[in-house]
């Protein structure tokens, strides 16, 4: 289970393995989400500690217990550097393209 929280949009994606669970947008507070995988029933509890700061609780309904948050991947820090990465990318394309253009 991985979960994508971004800081200033707030959008909330909900992902285990390449499967998309949940989305919300504009999640700036507290919220629960409650969802199936496979047979199973998990809520996911996304606590607000202080401005821009969240916690997250992962349940197994059915079996009463909590998943350990080591298993839980909040992807604060590596979604940023993704969105870098592509956008160096794409200006290195566009770079490319319009000396083509030119030069070719």
């Known amino acids: 289970m991985s979960i994508y929280h971004g800081d200033t949009s707030g959008h909330v994606l ?61 992807n604060h820090e590596r979604s940023a550097k993704n969105i870098i990465f592509f956008g160096i990318g794409l200006i290195t394309l566009l770079l490319a393209g319009i000396l083509l253009h030119f030069f070719a």
């Open 14 to 74: 909900l992902y285990c393995n390449t499967s998309i669970v949940k989305i919300d947008f504009g999640v700036h507070d507290s919220k629960n989400y409650a969802f199936m995988i496979d047979d199973q029933l998990f809520q996911l509890d996304v606590l607000k500690k202080s401005k821009n700061k969240f916690e997250y609780q992962l349940s197994n309904i059915e079996k009463s217990e909590i998943v350990p948050v080591d298993r839980i991947t909040a």
